[in-house]
């Protein structure tokens, strides 16, 4: 079954201190103390669930970001609220050396972005509420999966921004990795500091 934006509906509305700033990165092959390894993270206690994820992120301050990690499959999820390491290029392509890495990001202010890479070399990038605007080395491999998963594209502005929700649908749809209500709720994450300023 096809995925789409409408299947990422939940997120903005189950989820609204986590939707107000977030970057969500899915990584292949690279378990969660390799991945902040390779951010040169600090550990920190796991945490359950993702409000209290939200809760100590914040409490963290300005000069460092958590990041919260959990497995699902051969994959990683990395959830930074209020953050931006997963889209950064000075971040995530030397971190994603030797892997796939895709992540997006929103924040309060309208920012919006969502990077693929691979092996250290960015594939695409481009900002969820502007699709028609692409860069990178392959900006329209996933242009067709764009326009299935509900990207809008063109001049006139959609009745209702479904931005966010695309690119959750696009991440699903390039990892098969399906996130669910449930899945942030309940789980255990792994999770670490990084150093930002």
């Not at 107000?20 to 390799?34: G, K």
């Not at 209290?52 to 930074?80: F, H, K, N, P, R």
């Not at 691979?118 to 999966?145: H, I, V, Y």
Request: aromatic share 12%; net charge negative.
């Amino acid at each position: 079954m096809t995925v789409t934006a409408a299947d990422y509906l939940w997120f903005e509305d189950r989820f609204p201190d986590l939707a107000e700033a977030y970057c969500f990165t899915l990584v292949n092959d690279l378990a969660p103390s390799e991945l902040l390894q390779r951010l040169k993270g600090q550990e920190h206690p796991a945490l359950s669930g993702v409000t209290a994820v939200v809760e100590a992120a914040y409490d963290l301050g300005d000069t460092q970001q958590l990041v919260a990690m959990a497995g699902l499959g051969s994959w990683t999820l990395m959830i930074e609220p209020n953050g931006y390491l997963g889209v950064s290029e000075e971040w995530a392509l030397p971190a994603s050396a030797g892997t796939t890495w895709i992540s997006h990001f929103c924040n309060v202010n309208g920012l919006d972005s969502f990077l693929w890479a691979e092996d250290a070399a960015m594939r695409l990038a481009f900002e969820p509420m502007f699709p028609d605007s692409r860069w990178g080395n392959t900006p329209d491999d996933q242009l067709e999966r764009m326009h299935r998963v509900g990207f809008h594209f063109g001049a006139d502005e959609p009745e209702i921004d479904q931005s966010v929700a695309a690119a959750f649908a696009l991440a699903d749809a390039m990892t098969e990795v399906r996130l669910t209500p449930g899945f942030l709720e309940t789980t255990t994450f792994t999770c670490g500091s990084v150093k930002i300023r």
